[in-house]
């Protein structure tokens, strides 16, 4: 499900970048390796 965030970018074996995750997308990232997400979004940001 990774490969269906937005703008989803592999960087690197250990480097992920990509738009902002749905709620489901989210629950399933450490089902594909993901330990840390880092959000950059704003209290004005939309979603």
């Not at 970018?9 to 629950?27: A, C, K, N, R, V």
């Not at 880092?38 to 004005?44: D, E, M, R, V």
């Amino acid at each position: 499900m990774i490969e269906k965030i937005l703008n989803h970018l592999q960087l690197s074996d250990t480097l992920h970048s990509g738009g902002m995750p749905t709620p489901e997308q989210i629950s399933s990232l450490a089902q594909d390796g993901i330990e840390v997400v880092i959000n950059l979004a704003t209290s004005h940001s939309e979603g």
